[in-house]
């Protein structure tokens, strides 16, 4: 047993090693070379580790983030879990099963569309490719809701399992691919010449895409099924449907072959929420209260003091997407990290005092958002939490002139 724990530990250690040789210039190629002499093999697992070893070491997130395609590129075909059978992924449904079907859809739409359009904008940036171009990265932006499902149902759990570097780094690259996409977009509709300019970097963030599926499918897919149970894989399966999927839909319904537990506890009497809670000003039953609050015109996140996500509100139209899976996470775990400093701040600050309102505004299409948060007290002044407020003022800001009758 201590040589199987002293090879793991060398392994960690080569791999560290590795990683901190590409940080300081060395080409993939030198690294790749040494890397296939030492190393016969290495789980997803490990390497998660490593990464969250050289982030505990202080090597910032946007360092790794900065060489995560590059050593996918030294693992690639090196990991031992790639061909490893695993069933549930396997049934239609499932949602990893899901992930690798957008996954496919996406390889379907860079390989036998965007890349011959690519070539014959390249060749004639006439009218009519411009716009079989555009046509092709409007469709490649519904992979935001592929992101979207992976950092708001996988990423809480992992983070619950303390697997934390990996998620802070792959959402980071998630972000600036939606950026690069959303930044070709708009020089092709507002397309001024720079032919080079756009096949470059539609080029690349069409590699960047491919490169995300493989660092999703034999890194990623891998250690959450390794690690989630089928309770939690049942909620994530159930929470997928409000952020919605990327290019297709799920083959099924998804359910363990085993009793579901939850359905069987909705089979039986009472609930606490059939019970009353008293308040200075009245009586009101749980489910009185979640009514009232899902039906406010405004989206309603509650942070504790801890910051812990304790709550957030299901209106019909949520601004912002929030699934079931943020209860009980981290706050500053629920942003992409190249905002985590704000959040961090505006949280500090309710907490010494310095503020108890901070208020921001942002345009997001036909939208305008006001968001605000609240430090909430308690009759010490003593602070419980956060409470995040948003609502879309843009038909408020349309009203002119008055009403006083009902609407027919």
């Known amino acids: 047993m201590s040589e199987i724990i002293n090879n793991r530990e060398y392994r960690q250690k080569v791999l560290k090693e590795l ?30 580790e490593m990464e969250q070893a050289l982030i505990m070491e202080g090597m910032p997130v946007e360092e790794i983030q900065r060489l995560c395609d590059v050593h996918a590129a030294v693992f690639k075909g090196s990991i031992e879990d790639i061909h490893k059978v695993r069933k549930p992924d396997e049934t239609p449904g499932h949602p990893v099963h899901t992930f690798k079907l957008e996954n496919r859809e996406l390889e379907k739409l860079i390989n036998e569309r965007l890349k011959p359009h690519l070539a014959e904008f390249r060749a004639s940036d006439n009218s009519e490719n411009i716009y079989k171009l555009l046509e092709d990265i409007n469709l490649l932006l519904d992979i935001d809701k592929h992101y979207s499902r992976k950092e708001n149902l996988l990423f809480p759990y992992m983070e619950k399992y303390g697997i934390t570097a990996p998620p802070k780094v792959m959402w980071g690259v998630d972000d600036e691919i939606r950026a690069a996409i959303k930044e070709i977009k708009g020089m092709l509709q507002d397309y001024k010449g720079e032919k080079e300019q ?15 599926i493989f660092k999703e499918e034999n890194i990623l897919f891998p250690m959450v099924l390794e690690t989630l149970t089928e309770d939690e894989w049942m909620t994530i399966e159930s929470e997928s449907d409000e952020i919605g999927y990327c290019l297709t839909e799920p083959r099924g319904k998804w359910k363990p072959e085993r009793t579901d537990v939850e359905e069987k506890q909705k089979e039986t009497g009472q609930t606490a929420a059939d019970g009353y809670l008293k308040f200075e000003t009245g ?47 981290q706050v500053h775990n629920c942003h992409p990290p190249a905002s985590v400093h704000i959040v961090e701040k505006l949280v500090e600050d309710f907490k010494t005092g310095k503020k108890d309102s901070e208020s921001f505004w942002i345009k997001m299409g036909g939208r305008y958002v006001y968001i605000r948060y ?33 609407s027919d």
């Open 19 to 48: 990683i901190m040789e590409l940080h300081a210039g060395k080409t993939v190629e030198e690294v790749k070379s040494r890397f296939e002499e030492l190393i016969k093999g290495v789980s997803a697992s490990e390497i998660s």
């Open 374 to 406: 609240f430090a909430i007290r308690d009759e010490n002044g003593d602070y419980a939490g956060t409470m995040e407020v948003t609502q879309d003022i843009q038909p408020i800001q349309e009203i002119s002139g008055e009403k006083r009758l009902v």
């Open 283 to 329: 009586l009101l039953t749980a489910k009185e209260i979640s009514l009232m609050f899902n039906s406010l015109p405004i989206d309603i996140t509650f942070v504790d003091k801890d910051g812990a996500v304790k709550y957030f509100s299901q209106g019909k139209e949520r601004i912002f997407p929030r699934t079931k899976a943020i209860i009980g996470r």
């Open 198 to 212: 756009v096949y470059t970097k539609a080029d690349e963030a069409a590699g960047r895409v491919i490169e995300m």
